[in-house]
């Protein structure tokens, strides 16, 4: 299979220009006569589901929550970069692009990456036309930060809710569209699978999640618009509903699964208390910059932190990179912290967790000052841990939190399905191994709001005389429904005694132990075999009651760890198979001689993108090589 | 670290919009009180799983108190005793051994029981879709520095846009008023340059849409205020209220 990624030829800063120029047009009267399906309610799919609308295609959007503004974009917290340069401090389009592109350890395109750059500070225009109370200076004008690392400030925020004010300002342009009759909404609705007519993908099957009814919806062309899989690793800072389920099911039709193994790992999340915990609460980055990392030099030490005299601490991160210390970038200090607990040094009840010391800087600051910029995260700690953060230090640990790879797409978002797109997180496009704080929302958005109106009209265009030709009536409808319904039914027929949350807890440990942060060969291998067992215990063991026609959340999580169980393990071949360092991961056998990661752009400068090749198969890799004509490719150093 | 607690939960069961629905009983032992009262909920729900009977259906998703799908009656109070605070970040260590907790679904007329705990709020969409939007179509928006916006309006909008939409203020309303949620939008959009052309009509067509959808009118009870887990003021009813007569009064609109 040769991927054609259909980047415009021409300069870098030309291209989308070029591209935007050249591209064929559908006439706005011809607009009407197309049906899209928008799979998901976030960023991504609210955003391209309201501006396709209003371009006069009808438009017919599905989401798993009851109301589109629930999906969990609602959670970022931190903010959304854009090239603005209101602050006048050196940043640029270019900056933007380069930031990102190395960010992301040049694993991303260069014409995707700079595109995106582009189209950033239209997105903070189109916010402020549609009421979102960005953060403001007392003139009046947006306020903005540095964050992550950057060394301009080019994050604009709404207080700790960027995403949420964004999602929900995506919401109501969609919910215009909605009262137009542009958009159908269907809530409470879960993609079972993609319908594909003569090669072109033609519509969805979707269970109704409160009737357990399967329902057909044909139309010309597919956005899936569904996130990432971060809860493959069973703790996330992802939502319940966050799944992998729609885009393992375009997989299993023929769509490509790109980098699966490039997954974020966020190093300060409150960590795990006991084997009831459904998830894992992320708290904003900045508080590394006045806490201090520690452990107790002694293993397995149980005194209270507060007990431990200086001398027996262990600040291994001011130790080990004494030029950035706590500061160092997010997956040095998460496989650090795995590292040490690994050790046996690790604090808590579970032993896997680090403390975050926050009194030198309440000594040499005052308490007011520390609560000032910390207020609200001390208060969510002291919520949940039931510690105070003033007196004691706290506890933190890494998790997972966003996951880069996803399905391959070219230039246009369109898969290697034909009339099948991918927006958002759900695709692999734009951050390459690894993602920059406040560059979800930026992704999300351009691709919903800027790049799709524009990118999917030559595929309809290519089209024009099918548009509304296949219906719900079409036998590929009842053929797919059939092989749902048989899916369920096999699931629920199974009677064994585990249930899907226990087996996806224990999926949910090997993919942390073995494929997290830090991973090698054995490993990973050990790896595969562990979860090739789990899927066999799954098939034999599990148990789902309740009915199928009905409101049951133990169907909904019995499909889902079903599709993780298959993802999981081509997750893991894709770490095994890219033996070098990259993004957020540490590959054990590739690092330099201080210990650090270590890149190979001589052997893995590509994006892997694995064919689905059938159930217990080894999928097939596809190489799609990386090209860098404007930047040269550097190694990080934090030493 | 690690306390555990016995309870009973009287739980709310109703099959569907149809069913009468009742309280049924359910010991739980040996919670841990470091688990959120949704992770109890999950525990009982995998042990009912295990003995083969139906889990209790109840809405949730991202249990870090922003996606406002959680929210049930706990002992009588929507979101529980905690103030500010959704249902998910609610801890079982604000409970002691012993207790008895009442768990209810949301009740409202406006809002029909789906299953259990989980009820449809549809209502607030169709609020929404009446108006609670600026029309800025994407592209072609001014730059963004283009119109300064005081810094004490814009704190005031971020005030009011900070609802998450839960519904917990019809389920404390005696009325089953919905007045504090359509307030906050109407008074986020109202305080911004950019909403004001919309806003005569957005007050009017929003409030028609809010008494259709069966909510009941406000009569200053405050209990929303109360138990509102994103500390949504009252004040905003006020401004609603401006809004619409103004709307009425002195606009063409009507």
Same mark, same amino acid.
Request: proline letters at 4%.
């Given at each position: 299979?040769?991927?054609?990624?259909?980047?415009?030829?021409?300069?870098?800063t030309?291209?989308w220009t070029?591209?935007r120029?050249?591209?064929?047009?559908?006439?706005?009267?011809?607009?009407?006569?197309?049906?899209?399906?928008?799979?998901?309610?976030?960023l991504a799919?609210s955003a391209?589901?309201a501006s396709?609308?209003e371009?006069?295609?009808?438009?017919?959007?599905?989401?798993?929550?009851?109301?589109?503004?629930?999906?969990?974009s609602i959670?970022a917290q931190g903010g959304i970069n854009a090239a603005k340069n209101y602050p006048n401090d050196g940043d640029s389009i270019w900056r933007l692009f380069y930031d990102t592109?190395?960010?992301?350890?040049?694993?991303?395109?260069?014409?995707?990456v700079y595109r995106l750059a582009e189209v950033s500070a239209d997105i903070i225009d189109q916010g402020v036309a549609q009421g979102i109370p960005f953060a403001r200076d007392y003139g009046g004008l947006l306020a903005n930060r540095s964050f992550g690392g950057a060394q301009v400030s080019r994050t604009f925020y709404a207080r700790g809710q960027t995403g949420q004010q964004l999602l929900l300002g995506a919401y109501s342009s969609l919910?215009r569209?909605?009262?137009?009759?542009?958009?159908?909404? @269907?809530?409470?609705?879960?993609?079972?699978?993609?319908?594909?007519?003569?090669?072109?993908?033609?519509?969805?099957?979707?269970?109704?999640?409160?009737?357990?009814?399967?329902?057909?919806?044909?139309?010309?062309?597919?956005?899936?618009?569904?996130?990432?899989?971060?809860?493959?690793?069973?703790?996330?800072?992802?939502?319940?509903?966050?799944?992998?389920?729609?885009?393992?099911?375009?997989?299993?039709?023929?769509?490509?699964?790109?980098?699966?193994?490039?997954?974020?790992?966020?190093?300060?999340?409150?960590?795990?208390?006991?084997?009831?915990?459904?998830?894992?609460?992320?708290?904003s980055?900045s508080?590394?910059?006045?806490?201090?990392?520690?452990?107790?030099?002694?293993?397995?030490?149980?005194?209270?932190?507060?007990?431990?005299?200086?001398?027996?601490?262990?600040?291994?991160?001011?130790?080990? @990179?004494?030029?950035?210390?706590?500061?160092?970038?997010?997956?040095?200090?998460?496989?650090?912290?795995?590292?040490?607990?690994?050790?046996?040094?690790?604090?808590?009840?579970?032993?896997?967790?680090?403390?975050?010391?926050?009194?030198?800087?309440?000594?040499?600051?005052?308490?007011?000052?520390?609560?000032?910029?910390?207020?609200?995260?001390?208060?969510?700690?002291?919520?949940?841990?039931?510690?105070?953060?003033?007196?004691?230090?706290?506890?933190? @640990?890494?998790?997972?939190?966003?996951?880069?790879?996803?399905?391959?797409?070219?230039?246009?978002?369109? /898969?290697?399905?034909?009339?099948?797109?991918?927006?958002?997180?759900?695709?692999?496009?734009d951050?390459?191994?690894?993602?920059l704080g406040a560059s979800a929302l930026m992704q999300g958005l351009a691709d919903g709001y800027f790049v799709?109106p524009y990118?999917?009209?030559?595929?309809?265009?290519?089209?024009?005389?099918?548009?509304?030709?296949?219906?719900?009536?079409?036998?590929?409808?009842?053929?797919?429904?059939?092989?749902?319904?048989?899916?369920?039914?096999?699931?629920?027929?199974?009677?064994? /005694?585990?249930?899907?949350?226990?087996?996806?807890?224990?999926?949910?440990?090997?993919?942390?132990?073995?494929?997290?942060?830090?991973?090698?060969?054995?490993?990973?291998?050990?790896?595969?075999?562990?979860?090739?067992?789990?899927?066999?215990?799954?098939?034999?063991?599990?148990?789902?009651?309740?009915?199928?026609?009905?409101?049951?959340?133990?169907?909904?999580?019995?499909?889902?760890?079903?599709?993780?169980?298959?993802?999981?393990?081509?997750?893991?071949?894709?770490?095994?198979?890219?033996?070098?360092?990259?993004?957020?991961?540490?590959?054990?056998?590739?690092?330099?001689?201080?210990?650090?990661?270590?890149?190979?752009?001589?052997?893995?400068?590509?994006?892997?993108?694995?064919?689905?090749?059938?159930?217990?198969?080894?999928?097939?890799?596809?190489?799609?090589?990386?090209?860098?004509?404007?930047?040269?490719?550097?190694?990080?150093?934090?030493? | 670290?690690?306390?555990?607690?016995?309870?009973?939960?009287?739980?709310?069961?109703?099959?569907?919009?149809?069913?009468?629905?009742?309280?049924?009983?359910?010991?739980?032992?040996?919670?841990?009180?470091?688990?959120?009262?949704?992770?109890?909920?999950?525990?009982?729900?995998?042990?009912?799983?295990?003995?083969?009977?139906?889990?209790?259906?109840?809405?949730?998703?991202?249990?870090?108190?922003?996606?406002?799908?959680?929210?049930?009656?706990?002992?009588?109070?929507?979101?529980?005793?905690?103030?500010?605070?959704?249902?998910?970040?609610?801890?079982?260590?604000?409970?002691?051994?012993?207790?008895?907790?009442?768990?209810?679904?949301?009740?409202?007329?406006?809002?029909?029981?789906?299953?259990?705990?989980?009820?449809?709020?549809?209502?607030?969409?169709?609020?929404?879709?009446?108006?609670g939007y600026i029309s800025a179509n994407t592209g072609g928006a001014p730059d963004a520095n283009g119109l300064p916006i005081p810094m004490e309006i814009a704190e005031k909008a971020m005030d009011a846009a900070a609802?998450?939409?839960?519904?917990?203020?019809?389920?404390?309303?005696?009325?089953?008023?919905?007045?504090?949620?359509?307030?906050a939008k109407v008074s986020q959009l109202a305080l911004l340059p950019q909403g004001r052309p919309e806003a005569?009509?957005r007050?009017?067509?929003?409030?028609?849409?809010?008494?259709?959808?069966?909510?009941?009118?406000?009569?200053?009870?405050?209990?929303?205020?109360?138990?509102?887990?994103?500390?949504?003021?009252?004040?905003?009813?006020?401004r609603?209220?401006?809004?619409?007569?103004?709307?009425?009064?002195?606009?063409?609109?009507?």
């Amino acid at each position: 299979m040769q991927l054609e990624s259909k980047i415009p030829a021409g300069p870098l800063t030309q291209k989308w220009t070029k591209y935007r120029g050249d591209q064929k047009l559908v006439n706005p009267a011809n607009k009407r006569k197309y049906t899209l399906i928008c799979v998901g309610t976030g960023l991504a799919g609210s955003a391209a589901s309201a501006s396709l609308a209003e371009l006069g295609y009808n438009v017919k959007t599905f989401c798993i929550q009851d109301s589109p503004r629930r999906a969990h974009s609602i959670a970022a917290q931190g903010g959304i970069n854009a090239a603005k340069n209101y602050p006048n401090d050196g940043d640029s389009i270019w900056r933007l692009f380069y930031d990102t592109i190395k960010g992301g350890d040049f694993r991303a395109r260069e014409g995707n990456v700079y595109r995106l750059a582009e189209v950033s500070a239209d997105i903070i225009d189109q916010g402020v036309a549609q009421g979102i109370p960005f953060a403001r200076d007392y003139g009046g004008l947006l306020a903005n930060r540095s964050f992550g690392g950057a060394q301009v400030s080019r994050t604009f925020y709404a207080r700790g809710q960027t995403g949420q004010q964004l999602l929900l300002g995506a919401y109501s342009s969609l919910s215009r569209q909605i009262a137009t009759g542009k958009v159908k909404m @269907y809530p409470r609705r879960e993609m079972m699978d993609l319908v594909i007519v003569n090669g072109k993908a033609r519509g969805i099957i979707v269970r109704n999640l409160i009737t357990g009814e399967y329902e057909s919806h044909a139309g010309d062309a597919v956005l899936l618009c569904t996130g990432g899989y971060g809860n493959v690793f069973y703790l996330s800072t992802n939502a319940e509903s966050c799944n992998v389920g729609a885009a393992v099911k375009c997989w299993r039709k023929g769509a490509l699964m790109a980098n699966p193994c490039f997954t974020q790992i966020h190093p300060t999340c409150i960590p795990n208390s006991g084997d009831f915990q459904a998830k894992l609460t992320l708290m904003s980055e900045s508080l590394r910059n006045d806490g201090r990392v520690w452990v107790p030099k002694k293993k397995g030490d149980t005194r209270r932190p507060n007990d431990i005299p200086e001398s027996e601490r262990w600040y291994y991160l001011e130790e080990k @990179y004494p030029s950035f210390g706590n500061l160092v970038p997010r997956d040095v200090a998460s496989r650090n912290a795995k590292y040490v607990c690994d050790a046996g040094h690790g604090v808590g009840p579970t032993g896997y967790a680090v403390y975050l010391d926050f009194s030198q800087a309440i000594q040499r600051d005052g308490k007011d000052v520390v609560q000032r910029k910390y207020g609200n995260l001390f208060d969510m700690y002291l919520n949940i841990v039931d510690d105070n953060p003033y007196e004691t230090p706290m506890m933190i @640990y890494p998790a997972s939190h966003y996951a880069m790879g996803g399905l391959w797409v070219d230039y246009e978002l369109q /898969t290697t399905i034909p009339g099948l797109f991918a927006l958002g997180e759900c695709n692999f496009s734009d951050h390459g191994a690894n993602r920059l704080g406040a560059s979800a929302l930026m992704q999300g958005l351009a691709d919903g709001y800027f790049v799709i109106p524009y990118t999917i009209a030559p595929y309809l265009a290519s089209i024009y005389g099918e548009a509304g030709s296949v219906t719900e009536d079409h036998p590929a409808f009842k053929e797919t429904t059939k092989q749902v319904d048989a899916l369920f039914k096999k699931l629920t027929s199974i009677n064994g /005694t585990r249930t899907p949350d226990s087996i996806h807890r224990e999926l949910g440990k090997v993919m942390v132990d073995e494929v997290g942060m830090s991973r090698n060969e054995a490993g990973l291998k050990k790896a595969i075999d562990k979860i090739r067992e789990l899927r066999e215990e799954f098939w034999k063991n599990l148990r789902v009651p309740g009915s199928l026609n009905d409101y049951n959340k133990n169907v909904e999580k019995a499909h889902r760890v079903a599709d993780y169980l298959e993802f999981a393990e081509t997750l893991a071949i894709d770490a095994l198979e890219r033996a070098e360092s990259c993004g957020c991961h540490l590959r054990e056998e590739s690092q330099s001689e201080e210990g650090e990661a270590l890149r190979k752009d001589d052997k893995y400068c590509y994006v892997a993108a694995w064919e689905y090749k059938g159930f217990n198969q080894k999928p097939e890799l596809h190489k799609e090589p990386l090209v860098f004509e404007n930047v040269q490719l550097t190694q990080r150093s934090y030493k | 670290m690690s306390d555990t607690i016995n309870i009973t939960l009287k739980v709310w069961r109703q099959k569907g919009p149809g069913d009468k629905g009742h309280f049924e009983t359910i010991p739980v032992k040996d919670v841990v009180t470091h688990m959120s009262f949704l992770e109890m909920l999950d525990t009982v729900n995998e042990q009912l799983a295990l003995e083969g009977k139906d889990a209790i259906a109840f809405d949730n998703d991202c249990r870090e108190g922003i996606c406002g799908m959680c929210g049930c009656l706990v002992n009588g109070i929507a979101h529980g005793p905690m103030k500010a605070m959704t249902l998910c970040q609610l801890h079982m260590r604000k409970f002691s051994n012993g207790d008895t907790i009442a768990v209810e679904p949301w009740r409202a007329r406006a809002f029909k029981v789906v299953k259990d705990l989980a009820v449809d709020r549809s209502a607030l969409d169709k609020i929404i879709q009446a108006g609670g939007y600026i029309s800025a179509n994407t592209g072609g928006a001014p730059d963004a520095n283009g119109l300064p916006i005081p810094m004490e309006i814009a704190e005031k909008a971020m005030d009011a846009a900070a609802c998450i939409g839960c519904g917990a203020c019809v389920a404390a309303c005696p009325n089953a008023s919905a007045m504090l949620f359509t307030s906050a939008k109407v008074s986020q959009l109202a305080l911004l340059p950019q909403g004001r052309p919309e806003a005569a009509k957005r007050a009017i067509n929003m409030m028609r849409t809010h008494d259709a959808c069966g909510f009941g009118n406000c009569s200053n009870e405050r209990e929303c205020e109360a138990v509102c887990p994103k500390e949504i003021k009252i004040t905003n009813i006020a401004r609603l209220n401006r809004e619409y007569i103004k709307a009425s009064i002195g606009s063409d609109v009507m």
